[in-house]
Every structure is written in C-alpha cells, then in structure tokens.
C-alpha cells in the first residue's frame, strides 16, 4: 500500500495562488494514477484532476479548468497541483488519492484506493 503526505495548503487572498504537493512512498510510485480531491465545508468530496501514471494524460473537474494544474515527477514520487486565480469558492479541504486499479487516471474517488490525511486551502475574499 502507498503513503501519501499533502503539504502546501494555507490562506490565500482570491486571485492568488497556491501549489499543493504530494509525497508518496511504500509501492512503486508509476503503478498509480494519482488524484486531488477536495471537501468543502458541509459538502462531500468531490474530484479536482487526475493524471495517469507517466503524467501524459490529465483531466480536471469544470470548476477548475483552466485555472488548475495536475503534475507528477515520478523521479521524486510526488504529484503537484498548481492551483491559480484562485476564488473563495475553492476553499476545501484538499486531499490526494492514489489509485493501482485505474493507472489510467480517473476522476471517479471510488477507483481510489490510497488516500492522503488532507491539507486545509482558505481562499478569502
């Protein structure tokens, strides 16, 4: 089973940025499409992005398209997630997943299986 570690959260100002990260360790890090999550207050978990397992193909929830961006450096086990123009609206709490069944990539939390103990991301207006 993989370990999975978040950093990078905090409190932004909308219209800032901030850069999420992702350590993994335990499994062979290229065995597992990754993905970022997120639970906003009082809401359920919903998808951010997803990137398979060499980080050529990536897929963002509507919310976040063409502000966010998925990454992964396999060199150093660890996944990204740029996030950019950033709006009150995407305060959550922000969580990585990997997933050994869908290499491929999913946005769909039920194909994750390894899941990160989550870093708070405050947007204020």
């Known amino acids: 089973q993989v370990q999975l570690v978040e950093s990078g959260g905090g409190l932004v100002q909308a219209g800032g940025s901030l850069r999420l990260s992702c350590a993994a360790s335990?499994?062979?890090?290229?065995?597992?499409?990754m993905g970022w999550f997120r639970q906003p207050p009082g809401k359920e978990r919903e998808s951010v992005a997803t990137?398979?397992?060499?980080?050529?193909?990536?897929d963002y929830a509507d919310s976040v398209k063409g502000r966010f961006t998925i990454s992964r450096d396999n060199a150093k086990n660890t996944v990204y997630l740029q996030m950019d123009s950033l709006k009150p609206d995407d305060t959550a709490v922000y969580y990585c997943?990997?997933?050994?069944?869908?290499?491929?990539?999913?946005?769909?939390?039920?194909?994750?299986?390894?899941w990160g103990q989550g870093t708070q991301v405050t947007v204020s207006s």
């Open positions: 990137i398979n397992w060499s980080g050529g193909w990536t």
């Open positions: 997943a990997a997933s050994g069944r869908w290499s491929s990539g999913s946005l769909n939390r039920l194909n994750y299986d390894a």
């Open positions: 335990g499994r062979t890090f290229t065995s597992y499409a």
